[in-house]
């Protein structure tokens, strides 16, 4: 089975959802017209990235009746989404989110479990933290979202792979950041470094969506990329402009790959338990 | 430290600048720029991105000398007004600035120097209105850091496309845009007295400085391990206090504290809020 995938390496506009929303119709449209099956994009996608005080006039739930996933939702119905927002669940906590919408249902959503605070990120300070982290079946088998800083450990990704997913899909907004004498950003040379790792070391396709454009003086990087199971690069998008990347991800690769490397078959999770528990018990 | 090596690809910084430029004017609702070009290197970096993120015709590029200025620099600001073939402006800044300082006859050099500076800064925004523009900054961030610079005057600015980039980068990107030599190659002055020069005033030079800053800023080494790596304690110790003590020219002023909500502490949005 083939999957076409549509990676949306977009700007948005800060706070403005219906601008943003209008986008993703848009792009939606067009990544079905050019023969996609799923439409990835960045990370809060919906708001922009640096919200602050904006965090709480920007909040959306994913549901039919609210009046912004009910046209992601009727998009759904034409190609798959993931579309990334602000989650805000019934007490008022506002998360870091991304949705995967397919045939005007949500099949999962994903809430940020790792919020950056240190440096330049401050996402601790508006939002709380996910609790959960799980792989969820779609149409083109199990998959997993993870989004920006979830990647940068490496647990996350361990449990997907343990829970099933074989498509693992990042978003991003990244800010791009160490200018030297390279080819590219040091910021972008690592997310590609830790996404193509985590292609070779589960034998498992890995996407991501991250955003373009300025917020004040941070730039976002673009550069959308899929590896497949062995790590090859088999899609790269544009660094810093906006783009529709497509990659068609032969998900039979999966079978060839694992039979010549057969590192999920060897997994030895009971180990990994056991040690696990020394390992917390020990620390308590 | 001859290893310290800050050499930058000036097609991704070129990249990176003109796309903010572009950005942070234009969403602001501008398609313009003026920039204050004195004839030195940064308002020459700074006057040709702004040429080539916006184009030459949307760019104002104001040659502001006092009576004492180099001829030299006008001469230099005219290289680049025809390299780039932006809009320009000449306007003697003498008779404002000598209106303050006959007021004293005792006036220092330093306070004589901050008037000119701030006397330019006037100018800018007041051309910023009629050429319906915004101000270009032209500040490095060697300066940024040492606090070599007027508070209000040079430093003011609605946006800055090379305040992240060392004096010895800010070198190496205006060699690849084509900035003319005898800008780049001269001996870098503030040009508000005769025979001023940075380095002379400062007390140590552009690459000595740019890589300790480097080290201390953006690699994190402390004090001690400067000097372990090879610069003199004296001179980590005299950058360091003019890193510390210039810090109130990198900030907006405190304001103090008395309601649930202020702006500044917790009144928190980007300048791009709603664009």
């Known amino acids: 089975m083939k999957l076409n995938l549509a990676l949306a390496q977009i700007n948005t506009r800060l706070g403005v959802v219906d601008a943003n929303l209008e986008k993703h119709l848009v792009l939606a449209k067009q990544a079905r017209q050019d023969g996609a099956d799923l439409i990835v994009f960045p990370e809060l996608s919906l708001t922009g990235y640096t919200l602050q005080d904006i965090t709480p006039s920007v909040s959306r739930r994913p549901v039919p009746g609210d009046p912004t996933f009910s046209h992601l939702l009727d998009a759904s119905n034409e190609i798959d989404m993931v579309v990334g927002f602000v989650d805000e669940d019934s007490r008022h906590r506002f998360y870091i989110a991304s949705a995967y919408l397919s045939g005007g249902q949500v099949l999962h959503v994903h809430r940020k479990v790792y919020l950056p605070t240190y440096g330049l990120f401050d996402e601790g300070r508006f939002f709380a933290?996910?609790?959960?982290?799980r792989a969820f079946d779609t149409r083109f088998g199990r998959m997993g979202i993870l989004i920006c800083e979830d990647f940068w450990h490496a647990s996350p990704p361990y449990l997907l792979w343990l829970d099933g997913a074989d498509v693992l899909l990042f978003m991003s907004a990244s800010p791009?950041?160490?200018?030297?004498?390279?080819?590219?950003?040091?910021?972008?040379?690592?997310?590609?470094?830790?996404?193509?790792?985590?292609?070779?070391?589960f034998t498992s396709f890995v996407a991501h969506s991250n955003r373009v454009g300025y917020e004040d003086g941070l730039n976002f990087w673009g550069g959308a990329t899929v590896f497949d199971p062995n790590g090859e690069r088999i899609a790269q998008g544009p660094y810093f402009e906006e783009a529709l990347t497509i990659a068609t991800l032969d998900l039979n690769q999966l079978h060839r790959t694992r039979a010549r490397l057969p590192l999920l078959r060897d997994e030895r999770t009971a180990l990994v338990q056991k040690e696990m528990d020394r390992i917390l018990q020990k620390q308590e | 430290m001859s290893n310290i090596d800050l050499t930058i690809n000036p097609e991704l910084a070129r990249k990176i600048l003109t796309g903010f430029i572009k950005s942070e004017i234009t969403r602001s609702g501008f398609s313009r720029a003026v920039v204050n070009l004195s004839g030195g290197l940064d308002s020459a970096l700074s006057c040709a991105l702004a040429a080539e993120a916006l184009g030459g015709e949307n760019v104002l590029a104001l040659r502001l000398p006092y009576r004492t200025s180099s001829p030299e620099s006008l001469e230099h600001a005219q290289l680049v007004i025809e390299q780039f073939k932006v809009q320009s402006e000449t306007?003697?800044?003498?008779?404002?600035?000598?209106?303050?300082?006959?007021?004293?006859?005792?006036?220092?050099?330093t306070r004589k120097g901050n008037i000119m500076a701030r006397a330019r800064m006037i100018v800018l925004y007041d051309k910023t209105e009629a050429f319906k523009g915004?101000?270009?900054?032209?500040?490095?961030?060697?300066?940024?850091?040492?606090?070599?610079?007027?508070?209000?005057?040079?430093?003011?600015?609605?946006?800055?496309?090379?305040?992240?980039?060392?004096?010895?980068?800010?070198?190496?990107?205006?060699?690849?845009?084509?900035?003319?030599?005898?800008?780049?190659?001269?001996?870098?002055?503030?040009?508000?007295?005769?025979?001023?020069?940075?380095?002379?005033?400062?007390?140590?030079?552009?690459?000595?400085?740019?890589?300790l800053l480097y080290l201390l800023v953006d690699q994190r080494y402390s004090p001690e391990e400067c000097v372990e790596a090879g610069f003199e304690a004296a001179f980590v110790e005299q950058v360091v206090t003019r890193i510390r003590r210039n810090q109130f020219k990198r900030m907006l002023p405190p304001i103090a504290k008395v309601s649930n909500r202020t702006v500044g502490y917790d009144f928190l949005y980007l300048r791009d809020w709603g664009t």
């Open chain 1, 129 to 133: 933290w996910g609790d959960s982290v």
């Open chain 1, 176 to 201: 791009g950041r160490g200018l030297n004498d390279g080819e590219k950003l040091e910021s972008a040379r690592w997310v590609e470094n830790v996404n193509r790792s985590y292609a070779n070391l």
């Open chain 2, 91 to 109: 306007i003697e800044i003498t008779g404002m600035v000598d209106a303050l300082i006959s007021s004293d006859p005792e006036m220092s050099k």
């Open chain 2, 134 to 211: 915004l101000a270009v900054g032209t500040g490095n961030k060697t300066e940024i850091l040492l606090g070599y610079t007027t508070l209000w005057g040079d430093s003011a600015s609605a946006l800055n496309p090379i305040g992240d980039l060392y004096k010895g980068q800010v070198r190496q990107l205006s060699r690849a845009l084509g900035i003319p030599a005898v800008i780049i190659d001269k001996a870098p002055s503030a040009d508000l007295w005769a025979g001023q020069t940075d380095e002379n005033e400062l007390g140590f030079t552009y690459d000595e400085v740019d890589k």
